[in-house]
Each structure stands twice: as C-alpha cells, then as structure tokens.
C-alpha cells in the first residue's frame, strides 16, 4: 500500500467523533475540485471513506459514489480528477465504494427546446464513449445529469418531454455499457400539502405514468435519490421545509411508483442565502430524522460536504456563494457533534403548519454549490 500523504484518524477518533448516519453514498462533483486545494485534499476523502467507512455493520458505512458529469460544458473529460479518483472506484487497488455511477454532462437547455436536448444526447454519447474508452476496466452504472423539480410534472407536456429524453439517452448509453442500473436525482422544493387537492392528483397521476414509461422502456433497474433542497428553503419559496415534507414525498412515489427504489439525496452544503439550514449541526440533525423515520439515504450532495459535516474540518472552495462549515462560524462543531450513544441522536422533525399562501412559482436552478 503506498504511503499515505497524511496522518489517518485514530479509532478513539472516530467512535468519539461528529455522530454519523448507518448508511449513506456520495456525490462527487468533479468540475468544483479540478483545480486548486480541493484537487489536492480529495484523495484524502476518498482514503478516509476507505479506511473508516466501508464496515457496513458499523455507523458512517459509505456505499457508493455517483459523479455528477464526468465531462465539462466543453464536453472535455475531467481527467485530473477522473485520473485521481480511479484506484478507489470499484476493481481498482484502493477501492473505496461499492458502486459508481457515470453522468455525462451538465445539463444546458430547458426541456422544451427539444433540438437542443436532441444535441445533448448527441453529445452525451460521444462523451460517454470517451469515459469509457479511457477507463475500460471500471465496473459503472449511469447517471442521468439532466434534472428537474418534480412538482413541474403536473404538466403533463413536462412530464412527457422528460420521459423521452431520457428513454434515447438511456438506449445510447447502454450500447456503450449495458446490463446497468441508471440512478437520476429530481427534486423536490415544495411541500405536498402545500398544494391544491387537484393539482396533487393531477401531480401523482403523471409520476406514476412517467415511470411506468421508464420501467416500460428500459425493463427496470432504475432508481431515484430524491434532493431534498432544505439547506436552501428560502430560495425555493418554503421557508418552512423540513424532514416531514421529504417524507411525505417518498411516501407518495413509493404508493405511486412501487417499481422504483426511492431513497433521499439531503443536501450537506450551506449557501450565502440560507446559512443556518445548511450549517452541519441542522444538516445533521435532518439525516438523523430520515433514519428515525426509516426513509434510505441515498448519494447525498456532496463529498466536499460531507467532509466537513462527518469530520468537522474545513473545506477550501473557489465557489462564492458557498458556506464550507465548519468555519469561523461554527467554531465549537467538534464539541457539539460528540454523540456517543443511539439514544443521543436529534428527535425527527414535526409536520411544520400549512401555509395556505403558497404557490408553486419560481422555483430555482437545481445544481447545488
């Protein structure tokens, strides 16, 4: 094993540290760290996850690792960073997940300029067939980059639209990698209650009928991790979210879409905009809510997060309108995170009140910091 370039955490280090969900994946983001410190600090993640987090009968077990895109806008691939994570992707020498997913590119056009998306898929292929020229040894799933609130498929011409896209996406990139499972992350943004009784109905009978469509198309092997977006509620106009809304959305995709694996993808990060809902202790405090509920943690958003929400230590980034807590903002973490026994964990969210009011308008780009 070469050697490593820092100290590795003590076991007295790791039982005593920052309280950690029983199981969970990564996002990794590969156009946020290509360049600078972050470049530098991630085969360190990637070594602790290895070394500290593969024991699934013991908390803080990561399973997989899903890269967002693994091209930029360019469609150039991400190889310094592609290049430095593959000894611990699945078959290399320092393994460090169980499964990865592949997405191609960051999503440009809106959905309804359909030769544009056209012109995606095009160029989601020949990326997909770089990736794979390049590491032909990986053993991979798909992940589709392009995403969308949900609570958009009340329209049903949206729903239909998205239901295409990815059905030829997913037929061009298994000619290239077959026999996979495709991992997408929608989002959610709105409460359920929030909306009228019709458009629910109306909500529910094309989310049923958009995956139905997939199962039909692609003959299963589909899953989703749902974003939650609640370390940025007052961008998406509900200040009130919380764990139960989230909640109440896997509830309702479970009943109307039973043919899919449905987990929650918890936002780890802060932004500029709502810094105390992505501070670590309220992130997580949400993650222990979902277990005490029995809601799966899927690949959370994102590696960098996780770092300093799981380890308490700082995180260097040239985005401007991230938060990377733990800082001089939260300067007593360590302290507060020292939850040593089950029963120390934060009791699960309650149902916030309805807030008759609200509509569904507005609602903001996906892509988190």
């Known amino acids: 094993m070469p050697q490593l370039p820092y100290a590795p955490p003590t076991p007295e280090a790791v039982i005593t540290g920052p309280w950690q969900p029983r199981e969970m994946s990564l996002f990794l983001q590969p156009t946020s760290i290509a360049e600078g410190r972050l470049a530098q600090e991630l085969p360190r993640w990637l070594q602790e996850v ?33 290049d430095s994570i593959m000894p611990y992707l699945p078959g290399g020498a320092e393994s460090a997940f169980s499964e990865v997913y592949a997405g191609t590119l960051p999503p440009g056009a809106d959905i309804m300029d359909e030769r544009a998306q056209q012109q995606y898929i095009i160029d989601s292929e020949q990326v997909a067939r770089k990736f794979s020229e390049r590491y032909p040894k990986l053993r991979f799933h798909w992940y589709i980059s392009v995403e969308e609130f949900l609570p958009k498929f ?23 990698n077959n026999d996979t499972t495709t991992l997408w992350s929608p989002a959610t943004g709105v409460r359920l209650d929030h909306l ?92 222990a809510s979902y277990e005490r509920l029995g809601v799966a943690l899927g690949a959370c958003f994102e590696i960098r997060h996780w770092n300093a929400a799981i380890h308490s230590r700082p995180v260097h980034s040239t985005e401007s309108n991230e938060i990377n807590a733990p ?33 569904v308008k507005g609602l903001p780009i996906i892509n988190g910091p």
């Open 50 to 82: 290895r070394s500290w987090h593969r024991n699934p009968l013991r908390r803080g077990f990561v399973r997989d690792l899903v890269i967002q895109y693994v091209a930029d806008e360019s469609k150039h691939l991400c190889t310094d960073v592609l």
């Open 154 to 176: 009340s329209d049903v011409r949206i729903m239909k639209l998205h239901a295409d896209l990815q059905l030829r996406l997913i037929e061009r990139l298994k000619y290239i």
């Open 196 to 287: 009228a009784r019709g458009e629910q109905k109306e909500l529910e009978r094309n989310i049923s009928l958009f995956f139905a469509l997939i199962n039909d198309g692609i003959g299963g092997h589909y899953q989703v991790d749902l974003q939650d977006t609640l370390s940025r509620p007052c961008l998406t106009g509900s200040p009130d979210a919380g764990v139960a809304q989230e909640v109440d959305w896997v509830r309702m995709l479970q009943r109307v879409a039973p043919q899919v694996h449905i987990r929650v993808n918890a936002e780890l990060f802060a932004t500029a905009e709502c810094p105390n809902a992505g501070n670590p202790d309220t992130v997580l405090s949400r993650l």
């Open 327 to 359: 800082s001089n903002t939260y300067p007593s973490l360590t302290n507060i995170f020292k939850f040593e026994r089950l029963s120390a964990l934060p009791e699960a969210e309650s149902v916030s009140t309805i807030n008759p009011s609200y509509t």
